[in-house]
């Protein structure tokens, strides 16, 4: 999936460049360091599951969501 991601964007020449960061585990100090990168207000979140029923996708999924702010999902997600 990620590198499928990553080859898409990589046909189109982006301006200005943008910066694509991945969490996959719940770990909080790597989605503290990470998050504290970034802009939550220039910042989009795409949650990724195969099953739907992965505990850490869906941990990592509400953080974000709450790191967003509730105004921010419906452009943002």
Same mark, same amino acid.
């Given at each position: 999936g990620p590198k499928s991601f990553l080859e898409a964007?990589?046909?189109?020449?982006?301006h200005?460049?943008?910066s694509v960061s991945f969490l996959e585990n719940?770990?909080?100090t790597d989605f503290r360091l990470t998050l504290g990168r970034l802009d939550p207000k220039k910042t989009l979140v795409?949650?990724?599951?195969?099953?739907?029923?992965?505990?850490?996708?869906? !941990? =990592?999924?509400f953080? !974000? =969501?709450?790191?967003?702010?509730?105004?921010?999902?419906k452009t943002q997600v």
């Open positions: 964007l990589s046909f189109r020449r982006i200005p460049p943008i719940p770990d909080p795409c949650i990724v599951t195969k099953s739907g029923q992965t505990f850490e996708t869906w !941990a =990592l999924a953080a !974000a =969501l709450q790191w967003l702010g509730k105004n921010r999902w």
